[in-house]
């Protein structure tokens, strides 16, 4: 190649819009010492002594966040701020302060394209006599059979030998059968052990009184757990609109397992474990994007943020999404990155797996197409494209061989599979308050600015009217999306489109919510999204830190060790700034809402517990339905009685005459307002039992007492 010039080198550094040829310099012993080279990534510019633009730049980013939080009087403030920290950001970037750390480095390999015949066959026999099978919408000991050995012999068939796995299993099975064992702990795996700790913290502190009680999606999930256990083995639960099974398997397994039982706290058990499922592949994947520093920044502000804390706790399905969204990206993207086609099959696992969890994963098939495209219009090489196209045939027929029992039902009963989610998309519900692109566009709008602004109404799975992130992960996630955009801008490279675009579309079920715009933004519905966000929150604080070290001989405080102090000070502030606002949100904020928000249903199921023990039966023990008040199953869940409902309607009162047993009747009381006070049945339990003898349960909740009519 003939050698550049001066002059096409400084146009290769000035033209950072166009996509090309990079020109670098020759050796540094070439170059005169009056000469400075910069940075890998830099842009004409040498790297700054002291990054204090960049230091500025995260300040008033801070700023502008903490001028969103509510009650939303200072936004003006708010923009000017992050108007300021932008610019500042962009000349820290034409500095060479504050850069994004580098892609990791893609691999060429040749796929050996070898296949197992036999194998192969017999998978395709399996699985065509599992789909026959599975008829009724019922797991069976023999479609589970069938299903259970096809996937076997499928991955069997496909899986590709690999030396180095070897190696390592039989590293692992020396040291396990060794007499002898020998353990080193570095620092970094110090800091691993007490991150996971503080994670594990975050998800489990308090996790029997947060929150506090149960609503009526938990009486219909432990319904279909109860039917689990009387061997109802459904493929889809139909009840409530339908549900997929995952959950109420999980959660029959948590009840066995931790001796639990069918009750709320078993729920949140299995949704918190889920929750926890993500944080290895957020370590992974920041890894494999990055550097393992970027892997365990992503895993600390995922295990300790609001959201996905409170998607977790909520005891439904929500924490399944971003669950096995995580594994999906993260084996897609290493596989496209390594070119090994065992990825491309686990990616397919984990896709298939995630459409038997919650109904939103339904559109990360398409986020999946979409990155393989992305990464098809941004290689270069016609080989690799190829090799491509056939990865992600193997991926799609792998997750479609998972998908296999709910693609049965689906075909049998299409209403019933896509009933809950085009009652949201659709009019089979509502009719649409609006015309639809008007509708959508103020979704995404509204969607969109979530993370900074406000994430919604729906006080179950949120603390409303405030942003989705903390002020610190807000901050970030902006510099983020600014860096990001500046990197793809200069290198082309696809995986920063796809993390600005998988943000989009993994809330598209909270956006596609047209016939009830007021559902969005949902903050259980856009959590795929989790994963995206937090990779970029970790990416822009690992970029932040780096830009101290990127001109080592001199420092702050003349040093190295003055530049690592100002790191841990800088990481030190942002953590526990962090950590701090994330436990008030989760602890007191969340916690206090929640409570006022749901019925003290776990009052009454101890009033009813109480009297089965006196009386040893509470077949005569009632809740009075009252509108907009507590779900008259849940107290039974409390009570040990998951199966019955305890609701005796007022005109109904009087079949209860003939019972000669003591009797308890649960009724709506409001003391200050009449017009939510029961008094039509307390009459009418007057006039029918005028032994009766009425008293006034004094709840710990302000406005939460309940009438106890009781007939000795």
């Not at 008030?584 to 199921?605: C, H, I, K, P």
């Amino acid at each position: 190649m003939e050698e550049p010039s001066v002059l096409d080198y400084v146009k290769s550094k000035l033209k950072i819009w166009q996509h090309g040829r990079k020109i670098d310099l020759p050796p540094a012993e070439t170059i005169p010492a009056s000469i400075e080279t910069p940075g890998a990534e830099a842009i004409g510019h040498p790297p700054s002594a002291f990054p204090w633009r960049s230091l500025l730049a995260m300040a008033l980013a801070l700023g502008g966040q903490r001028a969103f939080e509510p009650p939303h009087t200072t936004a003006l403030t708010g923009i000017v701020l992050y108007a300021a920290a932008i610019g500042l950001l962009l000349w820290a970037y034409l500095r060479n302060e504050w850069k994004l750390p580098s892609l990791a480095e893609s691999l060429n390999r040749t796929d050996p394209f070898t296949v197992r015949r036999t194998p192969l066959i017999v998978a395709g026999l399996l699985a065509l006599a599992a789909f026959l099978a599975f008829g009724g919408n019922l797991f069976t000991t023999l479609n589970l059979t069938f299903w259970i050995l096809a996937i076997i012999f499928f991955v069997w068939a496909l899986w590709v030998r690999e030396p180095q796995a070897e190696v390592w299993w039989k590293r692992l099975k020396k040291r396990v059968t060794s007499n002898e064992w020998q353990v080193s702990v570095s620092r970094w795996m110090l800091f691993v052990f007490a991150a996971c700790a503080l994670v594990t913290f975050f998800r489990f502190y308090r996790l029997s009184a947060v929150p506090a009680e149960p609503f009526s999606d938990h009486a219909e999930k432990i319904l279909d757990v109860y039917d689990v256990t009387q061997g109802q083995t459904k493929i889809f639960f139909e009840r409530n609109t339908g549900r997929e099974g995952f959950q109420m398997y999980l959660t029959a397994a948590v009840a066995a397992l931790f001796g639990t039982g069918l009750t709320f706290l078993s729920l949140k058990i299995g949704t918190v474990l889920a929750g926890l499922g993500i944080l290895p592949y957020m370590y992974l994947l920041g890894k494999e994007i990055a550097n393992r520093r970027v892997g365990l920044l992503a895993l600390i502000f995922t295990g300790i943020a609001y959201w996905p804390n409170i998607i977790s706790r909520a005891g439904l399905r929500f924490s399944l999404y971003p669950l096995f969204v995580a594994p999906t990206l993260y084996y897609l993207v290493r596989g496209l990155r390594t070119q090994k086609r065992n990825d491309f099959i686990l990616s397919g696992l984990f896709l298939g797996l995630g459409l038997h969890g919650y109904s939103p994963f339904r559109i990360v098939p398409f986020v999946v197409v979409i990155a393989i495209g992305l990464y098809l219009l941004h290689t270069k090489s016609k080989e690799a494209r190829g090799h491509a196209v056939i990865w992600s045939s193997i991926l799609a027929l792998t997750s479609l061989l998972i998908f296999l029992p709910l693609l049965h039902y689906a075909l049998e009963n299409p209403a019933g599979f896509s009933y809950r989610a085009f009652s949201r998309l659709g009019t089979i519900e509502a009719p649409l308050p609006d015309a639809w692109w008007h509708i959508l566009s103020s979704n995404l709008w509204n969607a969109l600015r979530m993370f900074n602004w406000d994430d919604g109404q729906i006080w179950v799975v949120s603390v409303t009217g405030r942003p989705a992130l903390d002020v610190v992960s807000g901050a970030l996630f902006v510099m983020g999306i600014i860096l990001l955009l500046l990197r793809y801008v200069r290198q082309r490279h696809w995986l920063d489109l796809f993390l600005l675009l998988s943000i989009p579309l993994l809330i598209l079920p909270s956006v596609l919510s047209l016939a009830f715009p007021a559902e969005n933004p949902a903050l259980n519905r856009a959590g795929g999204a989790i994963v995206p966000v937090f990779l970029i929150v970790a990416l822009a604080l690992e970029g932040l830190l780096a830009g101290f070290g990127r001109r080592p001989e001199r420092s702050v405080a003349g040093s190295g060790k003055g530049r690592v102090a100002l790191v841990w000070v800088v990481m030190g502030i942002l953590f526990i700034w962090s950590a701090s606002q994330n436990y008030d949100l989760v602890f007191n904020q969340y916690d206090r809402a929640f409570r006022l928000g749901a019925w003290n249903s776990s009052e009454m199921g101890a009033v009813i517990k109480q009297f089965g023990q006196v009386y040893r039966s509470t077949d005569q023990a009632w809740i009075v339905p009252f509108p907009h008040w507590v779900d008259t199953r849940l107290p039974g869940v409390w009570a040990g009685i998951p199966n019955r409902d305890f609701a005796v309607w007022r005109d109904d009162l009087a079949d209860t005459v003939s019972m000669t047993a003591p009797k308890l009747f649960i009724v709506k009381a409001d003391v200050d307002q009449p017009e939510h006070n029961d008094q039509a049945a307390l009459d009418t339990l007057a006039a029918l039992y005028p032994q009766g003898k009425l008293s006034l349960y004094m709840s710990k909740m302000d406005n939460r007492e309940f009438w106890i009519f009781f007939v000795p």
